[in-house]
């Protein structure tokens, strides 16, 4: 399989993938920054999609912009940590670090790590590495576009569901649930009024079921009240 010559032209002592587990929190947020360089182009053109959308205000454009930062440094994390543990482990092992103390043999490799040339160079051993990442990126991005974009066109009918008109929205938090084509995840979207549930797959089940409760118990069990709209709702 493809696979099999990145285990062995990156094999080292089991004893020095620990370090992937003695990592402290900070040297983790750290890591961070070594993919800015493709985390941060993508979530300014989708600052400046998001500014163009009509019916959202600059402070909801931040609570878009912020949390899609949140979810795609976590998602893209989990891709490449591991990854460039081991790549720092191997360059400390080969000589390619060369600062006399860990501090600065650490601080030598996030410089590095940090340039895109260093990510190109990993195509030899991970050549599909990039381009998953960027299919992971874009998709995110775009499933965010359309839920604003859907959130801007529905505010109005999201008093329904609260029970008051939902104001401004102030905060989401992404990925409360599993995500469905393409980076699309079920979101909790907190306005001025209230919370809601975006839920971007389509939700007529939702609603005939709370009908059919209506009518099997309408003094019993409950479903939340839902917007059903074409291919996802609230």
């Not at 399989?1 to 002592?13: D, E, G, S, T």
């Not at 004893?15 to 985390?39: K, N, P, Y």
């Not at 919370?195 to 389509?202: E, F, H, I, L, Q």
């Amino acid at each position: 399989p493809a696979w099999q010559p990145v285990l062995v032209l990156h094999r080292v002592p089991a004893g020095l993938l620990l370090l992937s587990h003695s990592m402290a929190a900070d040297e983790v947020g750290e890591l961070d920054r070594t993919v800015q360089w493709l985390i941060g182009p993508a979530l300014d053109r989708l600052a400046d999609r998001l500014a163009g959308i009509a019916g959202l205000v600059t402070g909801e454009v931040a609570a878009f912009a912020t949390a899609t930062r949140e979810v795609l440094l976590d998602s893209v994390r989990r891709k490449v940590n591991r990854v460039l543990v081991l790549e720092l482990n191997a360059a400390r092992i080969t000589g390619r670090l060369t600062a006399p103390d860990p501090a600065g043999r650490w601080t030598e490799f996030l410089a590095t790590a940090t340039k895109p040339e260093f990510w190109h160079a990993l195509t030899e051993h991970y050549p599909t590495l990039i381009d998953r990442l960027q299919v992971v990126v874009d998709n995110r991005c775009a499933a965010i576009t359309v839920m604003a974009e859907r959130f801007a066109a529905d505010r109005a009918r999201l008093a329904d569901l609260l029970g008051a008109e939902p104001g401004e929205l102030v905060k989401i938090e992404i990925g409360a649930g599993d995500s469905h084509r393409g980076g699309h995840t079920v979101t909790l979207v907190h306005c001025a009024g209230g919370t809601v549930v975006y839920k971007p797959r389509p939700m007529e089940v939702d609603s005939r079921l709370a009908e059919l409760l209506d009518v099997l118990a309408p003094n019993g069990i409950r479903v939340p009240r839902a917007l059903v709209m074409t291919d996802y709702g609230w």
